[in-house]
Structure formats: C-alpha cells, structure tokens
C-alpha cells in the first residue's frame, strides 16, 4: 500500500516519546499504543493510516493489531473530525431523556449525519453508545467535554458558542445532589413542563418539530 510521505508524528517529539514509554515496563510497550495514538489524534483530529503504522513499529506489533485496538474504541477516528466533534449518546437512559431529539436538532443544525464532517472542518457528528453519564442525560459531549441534561435551550447556547469559534466551557449537571447556584444562574426554562412530555430534556423542544411547539423562544438569549 502507498503511503503518503510525511514526517513521522514523534520524530521532533523525542522527550514526549519516551515520556510515554516509560509510563510501561520494559517489554510492556504494547500499552504505549493508546497514549501515543491519542497524542496524534489530539494533534491532527485522526489517526492516519501512516500515523498507525508509525506507532504501530515503536510499540512493535503489527499495523493490523493497531488498528484492532483503534477500531475497538470510537474515540479514535481514522478520519479527520471537525474542530468541534459532537458526540450525542444514544444508549437507553439518554434515548429515554430525549436523546434522539437531541441528535434530530444536531442534524438539523448542523445539515449532517453521524459520522460526517461538514466541508469547513468545522463540526462532525457521532451517535456513540453510553458515555457513562446515564443520569444527567441526554448527554453531549463537544470534544473531551461533556454537557449534561441538554435542552434546546442550551443547545442553542453550545451551537452559537462554537460558531464564534469558541469551545464551550464545561457544565455539570448532576441531577439534585449539586442543584448549583450554577444552575439557578443559568435560569434556563428547562424545566418548564411540556404538555404531554417531559419536564426536561430537548424533548420539551427538539429541532425537529417544525414551527417548534409551545416553547419555540425558549430563552436562548
Ligand atoms: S445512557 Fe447516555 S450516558 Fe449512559
């Protein structure tokens, strides 16, 4: 297979190199595999193929078993995702919280479906399976972050936040036991009950209902 020619990812990397291998006991360099594709993935927004092969010979296994362990994990990407990757779980307590309105606004939103990146680099959409926050959903997560109990509301906020080019700072939402004066200052409408639905969640007001339903402003100033 041709590929292309480019500098290799760690060879003006040395110091971080051995950094991360010597995180493992000698002989255990296969463990490298994961921390080093995440420094590249971190730096180029994917894994090349080239990239693999690279860190497929320092760690010395082969680029098939790499890309065995990269395959397994949907947070690495073997091709470039935008500068902001939406992440929308769809795993049952999120489904139940409104997570496929959630997904629904995103497509809407963004004109894209998972697994895409728009032609501006700028956005790129996944639906993954349980991100592990199964209480405080539906959950987004922009990048390494994550954004709990998203309405339309604060949906609307994130969106605009990242199309100033900015990445939305990180909220928690904890479901009671941090009712935060984070949250009263937010005074977002989430709460305010949807006839026939939900109290919370963009099922109260999801992007996908056109002329958008009773609270169709929502607040999102
Ligand atoms: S079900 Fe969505 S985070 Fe677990």
């Not at 092969?53 to 397994?72: L, P, Q, R």
């Not at 935060?180 to 026939?196: F, I």
């Amino acid at each position: 297979m041709d590929l292309p020619t480019l500098q290799p990812f760690f060879e003006d990397k040395p110091e971080l190199l051995q950094e991360i291998l010597d995180r493992y006991p000698l002989g255990g360099r296969r463990s490298a595999l994961m921390p080093l594709m995440w420094e590249v993935q971190r730096a180029e927004r994917h894994v090349s193929e080239a990239r693999l092969h690279e860190i497929a010979d320092i760690v010395g296994v082969t680029a098939t078993e790499a890309k065995g362990v990269m395959s397994f994990y949907s947070t690495f990407h073997e091709h470039p995702v935008g500068r902001f990757h939406l992440q929308v779980c769809r795993t049952l307590s999120c489904k139940l919280a409104g997570g496929d309105e959630l997904y629904r606004a995103l497509v809407a939103e963004t004109g894209l479906v998972s697994g895409e990146t728009d032609a501006a680099g700028t956005f790129s959409l996944q639906n993954v399976e349980c991100l592990g926050s199964c209480g405080t959903g539906p959950v987004l997560q922009v990048n390494d972050t994550y954004h709990e109990r998203v309405t339309r509301t604060r949906l609307a906020e994130l969106l605009a936040e990242m199309r100033a080019g900015h990445e939305p700072a990180p909220t928690r939402e904890r479901g009671g036991d941090n009712v935060s004066a984070q949250k009263a200052a937010r005074a977002e409408p989430a709460a305010e009950p949807a006839a026939g639905g939900p109290a919370e969640g963009p099922a109260d007001a999801p992007a996908d209902a056109p002329g958008g339903s009773s609270d169709e402003e929502g607040g999102a100033a």
